[in-house]
């Protein structure tokens, strides 16, 4: 079983704002992802990463960056939030297994600007 | 580029009957295949998932699909449906020759189970 974690579940914040989504996972993957999820839609891409300071955009444009200082910890920023970022940001990571890599989710966080 | 499109945003059906969610892909290169299931206020899960060994692949929770290429699908089925099946089902594609394993989602399709 897979163990990544996000913190916080849910965050309603004010335009302007700097955040911090943060995501760990204890299992030592190297490989770990941030994806952007609309009510009802499907995943973007939005930032990844192959190890330590190694990162990469997306596919989707995105406005926030990430940091990889340390394997197990791949956080997301927003300088200044806007109620366009309001969204559920799903972070993964991902080990081999057999042929393929398979990504494990954390949770997401809800994050809601006003 | 590759995609994926799921026919149908949602599907309802009853109790024990037949689950069937429809996945096509598109991809220039030979793909992984993947489905994954999302519960409310959950990450998603990984279901099973396709990487050119057996074209019929069995995964968690009673699930399986097949993958043809000549029809480039990769539908999802369970023989009888469960309460606990209710949530959004995601196709994911990956292409085989690139590292790093980055997917490209469907959709999604939103299962409802009536009593």
């Known amino acids: 079983e897979a163990d990544i974690y996000q913190t916080p579940r849910y965050l309603v914040i004010g335009t302007g704002k700097k955040i911090t989504l943060e995501c760990s996972q204890t299992m030592g993957h190297d490989k770990m992802y941030w994806y952007q999820q609309d009510p009802g839609m499907e995943l973007h891409l939005i930032h990844y990463?192959?190890?330590?300071?190694?990162?990469e955009k997306g596919d989707l444009s995105s406005e926030s960056t990430v940091s990889r200082i340390r394997t197990e910890h791949f956080p997301l920023t927003l300088e200044s939030a806007r109620p366009s970022h309001t969204s559920q940001y799903l972070c993964?990571?991902?080990?081999?297994?057999?042929?393929?890599?398979?990504?494990?989710f954390g949770p997401g966080t809800r994050l809601t600007v006003t | 580029a590759q995609s994926v499109t799921q026919l149908g945003s949602h599907v309802s059906v009853s109790e024990g009957a037949l689950v069937l969610l429809r996945c096509n892909y598109s991809?220039?290169?030979?793909?992984?295949l993947f489905w994954y299931v999302q519960y409310p206020n959950q990450g998603l899960q990984l279901l099973l998932k396709y990487t050119s060994a057996a074209t019929l692949v069995k995964g968690i929770n009673g699930f399986e699909a097949e993958f043809k290429k000549s029809e480039t699908s990769f539908h999802l089925t369970k023989p009888s449906a469960h309460m606990s099946d209710a949530a959004e089902y995601f196709c994911?594609?990956?292409?085989?020759?690139?590292?790093?394993?980055?997917?490209?989602f469907g959709g999604g399709t939103r299962v409802l189970v009536k009593p």
């Open positions: 993964a990571s991902s080990a081999k297994y057999g042929d393929t890599y398979e990504q494990y």
């Open positions: 991809s220039s290169v030979p793909p992984y």
């Open positions: 994911a594609v990956s292409d085989s020759r690139a590292a790093g394993n980055k997917l490209t």
């Open positions: 990463s192959y190890g330590v300071n190694s990162t």
